[in-house]
């Protein structure tokens, strides 16, 4: 709607995790060098937690184009399945033909055949799943019991969970201590600071296509950064509304008083202690006529 006004090929505020929009942030990046030198050294469990919008998932999906020929990697983005429906859709990333009609023995005997097959020919088996944390207790433990797969000097499939913390306070239960004990690497994504805030902002902007100084102000990237506790999808979202409210007044630079209408609109939003209810009722009237502007703009054009 605002790409034209601001010069930009295409939203750099999207939620999709695009790994395109990649921002080499140091926690992040901190958190790719430790998932990669472990999977190199052969390490069976890795964990990355991090709260809701912290981007677990893109940085997941970088962790995936990032390892080289020398691995084989299967992806289960949605782990709320039971035991046997996990080792299908483990069998089938890998892969490997199975049938529902088929014995849970025979569903392992042939992924244990596959990852054989890929060692012998010098491949390191990754499964990587997604938001582990909904993940039930009896296919926790059918995970575990996969990684027991292993030759003499090394195991046959290494695993990396990504999670919510509720992931560590899952893991924390006497019954899943088995598990607990097996992940050697752990990691804790945290919410950007102002800097890391600043450069995601200007980083994703340049990446699609914009040129020139920032239109944020100073000013108005300290309020983002304040309302959205530094987390990456909460800057996502007052960002790109923050652009829509510039462009809906006709203005080229986003101000703080774009960014609190904004974050008027936003319910996980933190108004902070001068922003509250009367500013919501003087503001969310004239967000709705900036949306209305937009929309009249949109279809014009």
């Known amino acids: 709607m605002y790409r034209q006004h601001f010069g930009l090929k295409e ?12 921002y080499a942030y140091p926690d992040h990046q901190e958190a ?6 472990a999977l190199r050294m052969g390490e069976g469990f890795l ?18 184009n990032s390892l080289d020929d020398g691995f084989s990697t299967a992806y289960i983005p949605n782990p709320c399945l039971t035991p046997a429906s996990l080792r299908h859709a483990l069998a089938e990333e890998l892969g490997v033909k199975s049938y529902r009609n088929m014995s849970q023995e025979q569903v392992v005997g042939l992924i244990n055949e596959r990852l054989i097959e890929q060692v ?7 499964v990587v799943l997604d938001e582990a944390q909904a993940m039930p207790d009896k296919t926790l433990e059918a995970l575990r019991l996969l990684t027991n797969l292993e030759t003499e000097k090394s195991k046959l499939l290494h695993v990396v969970l990504f999670g919510q913390p509720e992931l560590d306070a899952r893991l924390a239960q006497p019954h899943l201590r088995q598990l607990r004990q097996r ?21 994703r902007l340049r990446v699609s296509g914009y040129n020139g100084p920032t239109p944020f102000t100073r000013r108005a990237v300290k309020k983002l950064y304040r309302t959205s506790r530094g987390i990456p999808r909460l800057v996502n979202v007052l960002a790109h509304k923050s652009l829509l409210s510039a462009f809906g007044q006709g203005k080229r ?11 008027a609109d936003t319910e996980d939003a933190n108004a902070g202690p001068f922003t509250g209810w009367r500013l919501w009722f003087g503001l969310a009237g004239t967000l709705t006529s900036i949306f209305s502007i937009s929309a009249a703009l949109l279809l014009r054009g």
């Open 253 to 263: 630079i986003v101000e703080p008083r774009h960014v609190a209408m904004a974050v």
């Open 120 to 126: 012998q020919a010098g491949q390191k088996v990754v």
């Open 183 to 203: 992940i050697t690497f752990s990691y804790h994504l945290h919410p950007m600071s102002e800097e890391g805030v600043v450069g995601y902002i200007d980083h």
């Open 32 to 37: 790719l060098n430790v998932l990669n030198v």
């Open 47 to 64: 964990k990355v937690t991090g709260e809701v919008g912290t981007g677990k998932t893109l940085l997941c999906r970088r962790l995936l």
């Open 11 to 22: 939203s750099p505020f999207r939620l999709t995790p695009d790994t395109a929009f990649y």
